[in-house]
Nanobody
Framework: QVQVVESGGGSVQAGGSLRLSCAASGLSFSNYNMGWFRQAPGKEREFVAAIKWSGGYIYYADSVKGRFTISRDNAKNTVYLQMNSLKPEDTAVYYC???????????????WGQGTQVTVSS
């Protein structure tokens, strides 16, 4: 059974930093692309960042480029999202997802976590 579990969310003031972690089990992690998505209240879920199985290709939404960094540790079956210079508009539930082929498209991912709340106050 595949499990994807996010952690590391919380509340922070604008300009602060958080690091999200996502641990995946029940799959061959090193063969899977991993993505981070977010959903703010009243808005649709949107792509944030993705990293391919080898770590060689990385993608970011324009809204987070230069502030967020995605990375993975295949030995630990874990993907990370380092979020710096946080803004109130980054407030959302952040979801981690895994798929062999999906990259930036939400419907390209088969496995999803339950999400972790990130709240940025001004």
């Amino acid at each position: 059974q595949v499990q994807v579990v996010e952690s590391g969310g919380g509340s922070v003031q604008a300009g602060g930093s958080l690091r999200l972690s996502c641990a995946a089990s029940g799959l061959s992690f090193s063969n899977y692309n991993m993505g981070w998505f977010r959903q703010a209240p009243g808005k649709e879920r949107e792509f944030v960042a993705a990293i391919k199985w080898s770590g060689g290709y990385i993608y970011y939404a324009d809204s987070v480029k230069g502030r967020f960094t995605i990375s993975r540790d295949n030995a630990k079956n874990t993907v990370y999202l380092q979020m710096n210079s946080l803004k109130p508009e980054d407030t959302a539930v952040y979801y981690c997802a895994a798929d062999k082929a999906g990259v930036t498209a939400i419907n390209g991912y088969d496995y999803w976590g339950q999400g972790t709340q990130v709240t940025v106050s001004s």
